[in-house]
């Protein structure tokens, strides 16, 4: 089946500092990729739809200059937390959609735990 | 706009029980649901999906699930639980509109697997 990846898979980072998560479909081109935010024995959260060549679009109550999203070619997109803080510290998981399947057809990535101390 | 509500956030059934965990939906259009499972510190990994097919879905692992239009639920089935079920598990709900093709996540329910 597709795989969808995430790196790095756990990060560590003081507050103040940026941070960079890639999210890559291995196996398949997405046009379209999704960024969520898991909280401890939470739901995911949708932050973002990540379109290539184009700008992202944000839900409600997420800042996109905090959370910059950068899809920059079929198989890879960045999420990038900007002077993180200890509110930050979450799982981030992507998800990415394959070009050429059903809409309905979303591929996860394994996660991304942050830290902000 | 649509959502799922997810009954009970926590699940116990012995060895060898029948699981059953509860989705109910709302949305304006004909939806597509899903059940996700989430194993500790890990990504989320598809169980079944309805897309207005057939309304009973048999998917990985023995699940399955059976959309019922007049109660609006999507509940997910197992005859027989075993240990490795384990895990959390989501119910979502989508309904791919031109404007609108977002998934959107129950809170989740954990399912404890009495020995």
């Known amino acids: 089946g597709a795989v969808v990846s995430q790196h790095p898979s756990r990060v560590i980072c003081k507050s103040g500092t940026s941070v960079k998560i890639e999210c890559r479909s291995l196996d398949f081109q997405a046009t379209t990729m999704f960024w969520y935010r898991q909280f401890p024995k939470k739901s995911l959260m949708l932050m973002a739809t990540s379109n290539e060549g184009s700008k992202a679009t944000y839900e409600q109550g997420v800042e996109k200059d905090k959370f910059l999203i950068n899809h920059a070619s079929l198989t890879l997109s960045t999420l990038t937390v900007t002077s993180a803080h200890p509110e930050d510290s979450s799982f981030y998981i992507c998800?990415?959609?394959?070009?050429?399947?059903?809409?309905?057809?979303?591929?996860f990535g394994p996660g991304t735990r942050l830290l902000v101390l | 706009a649509q959502s799922v509500t997810q009954l009970g956030s926590h699940v116990s059934v012995s060895e060898g029980a029948l699981v059953l965990l509860r989705c109910n939906y709302s949305?304006?259009?004909?939806?597509?649901l899903f059940w996700y499972v989430q194993y500790p510190n890990q990504g989320l990994q598809l169980l079944l999906k309805?897309?207005?097919?057939?309304?009973l879905v048999k998917g990985i692992n023995g699940f399955e699930a059976e959309f019922k239009k007049s109660e609006t639920s999507f509940h997910l089935t197992k005859p027989s639980a075993h240990m490795s079920d384990a895990a959390e598990y989501f119910c979502?709900?989508?309904?791919?509109?031109?404007?609108?093709?977002?998934?959107?996540f129950g809170k989740g329910t954990r399912l404890h697997i009495l020995p």
């Open positions: 309805y897309t207005s097919a057939a309304t």
């Open positions: 998800s990415a959609r394959d070009r050429i399947q059903r809409k309905e057809t979303q591929y």
């Open positions: 979502a709900v989508s309904e791919f509109t031109n404007r609108d093709d977002k998934i959107i």
């Open positions: 949305s304006s259009v004909p939806p597509y």
